[in-house]
C-alpha cells in the first residue's frame, strides 16, 4: 500500500507564507508527477501545480509567481511553497501523485489533505 501525508497547512494573515509538505510512504517502487489541488468551500477541487520526476513544473494562472512546488526524490516527498498568500487561496489542499508501487503498474494516489487559512 502507498499512503501520502500532507501536512504544513494552517491559518496565516494575508501576505504571509506557508509550506506545504506531502510525504509518500509504502511499498514504493518510484514516483512519477506530483501535484497540489486545492478545493475551496463550496466550489470544485482544482489544479494548483505540479511537477515531473524530471523537475519540470507547472502553476495555475492563479498561483503563478507566488507558489513555488518541488520535490525531494530521495525522501520521496514534495512541497509547496506558498508565498504572498491571498484569502482567495484559503482552501484544503490536495495531494495527488502518480505513483508506481513494487510489482504493480503507475496509478493515483490521493493525501487527505491539509487545511490553508488566510485571514484579511
Known amino acids: 500500500q502507498v499512503q501520502l501525508v500532507e501536512s504544513g497547512g494552517g491559518l496565516v494573515q494575508a501576505g504571509g507564507s506557508l509550506r506545504l509538505s506531502c510525504a509518500a510512504s509504502g511499498r514504493i517502487f518510484s514516483i512519477g508527477t506530483m501535484a497540489w489541488y486545492r478545493q475551496a468551500p463550496g466550489k470544485e477541487r482544482e489544479w494548483v501545480a505540479d511537477i515531473t520526476s524530471g523537475d519540470s513544473a507547472n502553476y495555475a494562472d492563479s498561483v503563478k509567481g507566488r507558489f513555488t512546488i518541488s520535490r525531494d526524490n530521495a525522501k520521496n516527498t514534495g512541497y509547496l511553497q506558498m508565498n504572498s498568500l491571498k484569502p482567495e487561496d484559503t482552501a484544503v489542499y490536495y495531494c495527488?501523485?502518480?505513483?508506481?508501487?513494487?510489482?504493480?503498474?503507475?496509478?493515483?494516489?490521493w493525501g487527505q489533505g491539509t487545511q490553508v487559512t488566510v485571514s484579511s
Open positions: 495527488n501523485a502518480n505513483v508506481r508501487a513494487r510489482g504493480l503498474a503507475y496509478r493515483p494516489y
